[in-house]
């Protein structure tokens, strides 16, 4: 924490006026906007609404991380054996008075309404922008991104509060980051091209080995989240449902948030048609957040996900960002580890997409200063992140790397190498030629699994799209094959898979191998190679739905 000590009256000479000597305190350094967003000099209206998060901090985290490590590990007593939500609350919730302690301080910037999480550990409150800025201790100011005209308020910079708060809080969030790049790819193979195989739910459903389906269990739940303005139809999804023959109607079981049926995207209805698709008729939870602060959602979407008692067991992601500068926060970055990994201590599951620009040497949103980078938030080595592949030169026994963009992958500046990953990534880095570029061979590597991501078809308003594909095709994929494998769990009585690396790094023989490929597509004339055993395309492999059910069947 960075301390400035000064007289409030002329800290917050544009903000605020304190009548007393206050010791101030850096909470967050902030970040530099993405290099496709630029200020812009544009009046900001200072009664404009905004919700701001602030993140107090929890007892007993080192207790909480041993009970993760020991129920996610296979060969522990404690294997499965989860929190409770009341567990979970009773060892983490942050003391009432911190609470207080927050709350007055809000009071004294006239915010006297407020909502609290149901762990206790997160405030939200409804602010204008006015009283923002006296919160974060900066100015709001206008950024534009180039290429699509779109202007928004933003407070990027660092986060300046009183000591006694900084104390309690772990980060703010709100206004302080930018949307990702998130597009699905359309592919350019011709009609009728020798390598066209075009992908429906029966075709990976043969290809995965999925021949065994597992009667529904009730307690089964699963969900995607979506983000900067994707929504579902239900229409779509049931003629989804009944043009390609799978079973139920694939209502969806709950919106956490307000959905707009009639402004359905193709990455929601890729999301949602391919988790139902392999997952048959477990239902689904619809996690929607149309706004345009990525870090904010991320912290807002898994509180909420703590707050829900009965939330699903695996959850689907398909957005990330593969920028060498980070897109959020460092506090923000930790902040949400803590997030998933009390989750995972919960037994749910997250499974999230790799990224789309390969090596990340250079990424949707431009070059990367010679630095080779995995997505972000699929490094989270809470996380199972999930990379691409597609049938090679027409061959539906035989999968490679995709070719239509590059499977993101490689090392991440941002997370440790875990153990559980330690000695798959040692023995390709021994045994590859290993790009010029820069990257950090001590980071988590990723991806960790790879399934179709190439010439999927889905449904949208009323009609048939071919073509589509990106690892947010891959991800709801693995991430319903995943939800099938919980049906056998709790069939037998048993938990959840819960947090699954530690299971995938210990049991090669669940998956095909990829061989073929590489991610240097494109721009990207930097990258990795595929090999045998893990690498940093297609991670373990693919799906071997037979051989998966076996092991997580012998599980206790």
């Not at 919160?135 to 100011?141: A, N």
């Not at 706004?291 to 695996?314: E, P, Q, R, Y």
């Not at 926060?329 to 997250?350: I, Q, Y």
Request: aromatic share 10%.
């Amino acid at each position: 924490l960075i301390v400035v000590k000064m007289k409030c009256v002329f800290f917050f000479a544009l903000l605020a006026t304190v009548c007393a000597w206050e010791e101030v305190v850096q909470l967050s350094t902030g970040i530099t906007p993405p290099q496709d967003w630029f200020r812009i000099d544009r009046p900001v209206d200072l009664e404009t609404t905004v919700e701001l998060h602030l993140a107090l901090t929890r007892t007993n985290m080192d207790q909480l991380h041993e009970i993760y490590e020991s129920t996610s590990e296979p060969t522990h007593p404690k294997y499965g054996k989860y929190l409770s939500t009341e567990e979970l609350v009773a060892m983490i919730a942050p003391p009432q008075a911190n609470i207080d302690t927050v709350v007055a301080w809000l009071a004294t910037h006239g915010v006297t309404s407020h909502k609290l999480d149901l762990q206790k550990d997160m405030i939200h409150v409804t602010v204008n922008l006015a009283q923002a800025q006296q919160i974060l201790g900066q100015k709001v100011k206008y950024f534009e991104q180039k290429k699509t005209g779109m202007q928004l308020a933003k407070a990027p910079g660092a986060i300046f509060v009183p000591k006694h708060v900084a104390a309690v809080l772990d980060t703010i969030v709100g206004i302080g980051s930018f949307p990702v790049h998130h597009q699905a790819f359309f592919s350019d193979r011709k009609p009728g091209s020798p390598d066209l195989i075009t992908i429906v739910p029966k075709v990976l459903i043969e290809r995965y080995n999925v021949t065994t389906v597992q009667k529904l269990n009730s307690k089964n739940r699963q969900a995607v989240a979506e983000f900067q303005g994707q929504y579902i139809s239900q229409s779509d999804v049931s003629l989804f449902y009944k043009t390609f023959g799978l079973n139920g109607t694939g209502t969806i079981a709950k919106y956490i948030g307000k959905n707009e049926p009639a402004q359905p995207g193709i990455e929601s209805s890729l999301d949602v048609d391919y988790i139902d698709g392999l997952s048959d008729t477990t239902p689904l939870d619809y996690y929607i957040f149309p706004g345009m602060d990525f870090c904010s959602d991320l912290i807002t979407w898994t509180g909420k996900i703590a707050s829900t008692t009965d939330a699903g067991w695996v959850h689907s992601v398909s957005y990330g960002a593969q920028y060498h500068t980070p897109i959020c926060d460092k506090t923000v970055r930790d902040r949400l580890d803590a997030n998933f990994m009390s989750l995972n201590a919960k037994g749910r599951t997250f499974v999230i997409a790799s990224g789309d620009s390969g090596s990340g040497y250079y990424s949707r949103a431009g070059y990367n200063d010679g630095f080779l980078i995995p997505s972000w938030p699929a490094s989270s080595e809470y996380c199972t992140a999930v990379g691409s592949t597609y049938f090679y030169q027409g061959n539906e026994n035989v999968e490679s790397a995709t070719t239509q963009f590059g499977s993101g992958g490689g090392f991440s500046y941002e997370h440790t190498q875990p153990m559980w990953q330690a000695a798959a990534v040692k023995a390709y880095l021994a045994k590859t030629t290993l790009p010029t570029a820069k990257y950090n061979k001590a980071g988590r590597g990723t991806p960790d699994v790879s399934a179709m991501g190439e010439e999927f078809t889905i449904i949208m308003r009323g009609n048939k799209f071919p073509g589509v594909g990106g690892t947010s095709a891959s991800t709801p994929t693995f991430a319903g094959i995943v939800s099938r494998l919980n049906d056998m769990r709790f069939n037998a009585g048993k938990s959840s898979l819960g947090q699954m690396n530690k299971l995938i790094y210990t049991n090669p023989q669940m998956f095909y191998d990829v061989t073929i490929g590489s991610d240097k597509i494109g721009m990207n004339k930097q990258g990795w190679e595929c090999a045998k055993g893990w690498d940093p395309v297609t991670g373990m492999g693919t799906p071997n739905f037979v051989e998966m059910a076996k092991v997580v069947g012998a599980l206790p």
